[in-house]
Structure formats: structure tokens, C-alpha cells
């Protein structure tokens, strides 16, 4: 498609900075001004640039300010896109960085193709992520104030000897005096802050349940709960933050995407392979990796993961057998080898990753507005 100008946009909370590259390696490329960060502001800025140029090609990079302004300008009949800030080039020596720069570079950059663009999810995709991003939250909260009450518990010289965080453990912490009234009053406001921190980790899980059906890519969280060591929140949170999986044409793809892949640092004819690059999605990787050490155990079908793939077609339970039996061998061959087990895990990851990628391949999903 032939655009007249390229926009970059340098994207703040509160303000806009706009740069115009037009069309043509010799085109004239200038910075425009600032704008408020408003919609108002913008759909003036978008007026008065379709005006002057016809058919725009807008570009920012990625951040805490979301998809409002994409969505803004693509429906005003425009092309915008998001692109990666992590591989925007930048010259090594290049020590001044200002707004009116960064904007300029935006759109120099995006009328040579030197861009990388991000996936941008709809807003009920988004809307989902935000809710299983709400959960980790809380899972996180809940690990910290449950760490808070183990350090206090050491601290006075207390140890629970059978399973911790249980329906016992519970009543004995219930059940735990203290001296001095300031040691009961703080050990307590750890108490309450743990239960306060379960309750909102089981509500978030108990909406996302309710939802998923609801949700465009549903039948994908359904297809991937096929698999051993993943259920209902840990394979919506894998979709949640992966998106469509047809996206990926390999899955090779997808294991890069995630972080999954060893960097290189070769020279040469020396060639030499570094730890996991560990880009994109954190909570996808940490969701991955948490499932794949359910591949510790010998391959079987248990009672649980039946019940889970009785609604599924015969070729996705195919898939998940076979991830099993592969999977769980290699976890014991690697062992053997005298791999270490965080090692072995993340490589049971890594493949685990194309078992995800061929199911999402065979899910056919639901309209938009079904």
C-alpha cells in the first residue's frame, strides 16, 4: 500500500510529539509539534494531517499508554501500527534523546521498513488479559504475605511439621500466641492479609472461569487443557498472552516468541550458545514452565485429565498423548545424562511449546460477536 507521509508518534502520558517523514527517499522528513494526549487532540491532529496528505501511515512504539491511540487512528480510516521498542535500531554513539528525536526517528524508520511491529490484541482479547494479569497479581501478593508469615514464625522459633498453607496449618496459625501484645497484633495482620489475598485470587479464578466460554479464543483454553499440567487458569493465561496461535506459521516461532530459545554469541568459526533469551511474555513462560513439571511422572491418563478431554476431538487427545510419551521420556534421558533439573525443565518447556502450538492449530474459533 502507498502512503503520501509516515507519522512517528513518540507517545507520553500527557502529550503527543509528531514527526512527518513523506513518501520517497528524498522526502522531506520534519518534526510537526507537540499534541495533548487527549482524543479530542488527536482527531483534530488527524483531520488536519489527512487534509494535507491523503493516506497517512501512523507508528509508536509500545507502552504503558495501551491501544486507545491504534484503535483511534485505524478507524479513522488510516494505518497505524504498534511496533517493538526493544528493536527499534539505535545508533551506539547517539547520547542526546528527546521527544522531537525519538519522534523524528519513528518516522524515518517507518518509511524504510527498518520497524518491528507487536500484535495487537481487540479490546475483548485485551479485556481478558487484563483479568488473568489480575490474578497474577494476587498470586504474587499471596506468595509475599504467605513469606512474611514464615519469616515471622522463625524469627520467634515456631515450625509446623507436616503440610504448610492447609486447612490444619491454618488452624494452627489461628492457634498461635504471642508475649507481647504488638508480636499478636502484627502476626495477625499477617493472617488477615493472607486471607484477604486468597479471596481475590478466588474470585479472579471463579470470573475467569465464568468468561472463558464467552471469549473468542474459549475453544482454544479448552483444546490446550488436553494436555498434562495444564488446566483451565493456566491455559487461558497461556492464550491470554500468546493470542491466535495461527499467527505463528512454525513453532520455532512461537518457542522464540516466548523466550524459550538459547542466544548466541558466535565470532567466527566460534560458536557459542547462551542461556534462554527470556523475551516476550513473563507470565507465559512462567505458566509454561510451572506446567512442564508435570512431565516428572511416568506418561498416564488419570481420572482428572479424562474428565478434561472427554468434550475433545480424537485429534487433540492424539496430540496430548504423544506430548506425554515424549515428554516424559525425555525428562528421565536427560536426567540420566546428569542434566540438571532446572535445565531438563526448560527444555520440557521449550517442546512442550510445539505441542501447545499443533493444538492451536486444529482449534477452529468463534466469531467475534458469536
Not at 507519522?7 to 510529539?17: C, N, R, W
Not at 495533548?36 to 494535507?52: C, E, I, S
Not at 490446550?224 to 491470554?240: E, H, I, T
Request: hydrophobic share 45%; aromatic share 8%.
Amino acid at each position: 500500500m502507498e502512503f503520501n507521509a509516515y507519522i512517528g508518534l513518540d507517545v507520553h502520558k500527557e502529550t503527543i510529539a509528531i514527526a512527518i517523514a513523506e513518501t520517497g527517499r528524498t522526502g522531506d522528513i520534519h518534526f510537526h509539534g507537540e499534541i495533548a494526549n487527549t482524543p479530542d487532540a488527536v482527531g483534530r491532529m488527524l483531520k488536519k494531517l489527512g487534509g494535507r496528505y491523503g493516506k497517512l501511515h501512523f507508528v509508536y512504539e509500545a507502552g504503558p499508554c495501551g491501544y486507545g491511540l491504534y484503535r483511534q487512528i485505524n478507524s479513522a480510516g488510516h494505518v497505524c501500527e504498534v511496533v517493538s521498542p526493544a528493536h527499534t535500531p539505535r545508533r551506539a554513539g547517539d547520547r542526546v534523546k528527546t521527544d522531537r528525536r525519538d519522534s523524528v526517528l519513528l518516522g524515518r524508520l517507518s518509511r524504510a521498513g527498518e520497524l518491528t511491529s507487536v500484535w495487537v490484541p481487540d479490546e475483548a482479547h485485551e479485556a481478558m488479559r487484563d483479568l488473568i494479569r489480575a490474578r497474577e497479581a494476587a498470586t504474587k501478593e499471596l506468595r509475599q504475605v504467605r513469606q512474611r508469615i514464615q519469616g515471622f514464625l522463625l524469627r520467634h522459633g515456631r515450625r509446623y511439621a507436616g503440610a504448610v498453607w492447609k486447612k490444619q496449618h491454618r488452624v494452627w496459625l489461628a492457634n498461635q500466641t504471642f508475649n507481647h501484645p504488638a508480636q499478636q497484633i502484627a502476626f495477625q495482620t499477617y493472617l488477615n492479609a493472607m486471607d484477604q489475598a486468597i479471596e481475590r485470587k478466588d474470585l479472579i479464578e471463579t470470573q475467569i472461569e465464568a468468561l472463558v466460554p464467552e471469549w473468542s479464543l474459549g475453544p482454544v483454553v479448552d483444546a490446550l487443557q488436553a494436555l498434562r499440567g495444564v488446566a483451565l487458569v493456566v491455559a487461558a493465561g497461556m492464550v491470554a498472552e500468546i493470542g491466535d496461535m495461527r499467527r505463528f506459521e512454525h513453532p520455532r516461532q512461537l518457542m522464540a516468541f516466548l523466550g524459550l530459545v538459547p542466544g548466541e554469541h558466535s565470532s567466527g568459526s566460534k560458536r557459542k550458545l547462551t542461556g534462554i533469551t527470556k523475551a516476550g511474555s513473563i507470565v507465559a513462560r512462567r505458566l509454561i514452565v510451572e506446567a512442564a513439571w508435570a512431565y516428572r511422572m511416568p506418561a498416564k491418563i488419570g481420572q482428572t485429565i479424562m474428565l478434561r478431554q472427554q468434550s475433545l476431538a480424537t485429534p487433540i487427545r492424539d496430540v496430548a498423548w504423544k506430548a506425554q510419551v515424549r515428554l516424559c521420556a525425555r525428562y528421565r534421558r536427560m536426567l540420566a545424562r546428569g542434566k540438571k533439573a532446572p535445565i531438563v525443565i526448560t527444555a520440557i518447556a521449550r517442546e512442550l511449546v510445539g505441542f501447545i502450538w499443533a493444538i492451536g492449530q486444529q482449534v477452529k474459533l468463534k466469531a467475534f460477536n458469536e
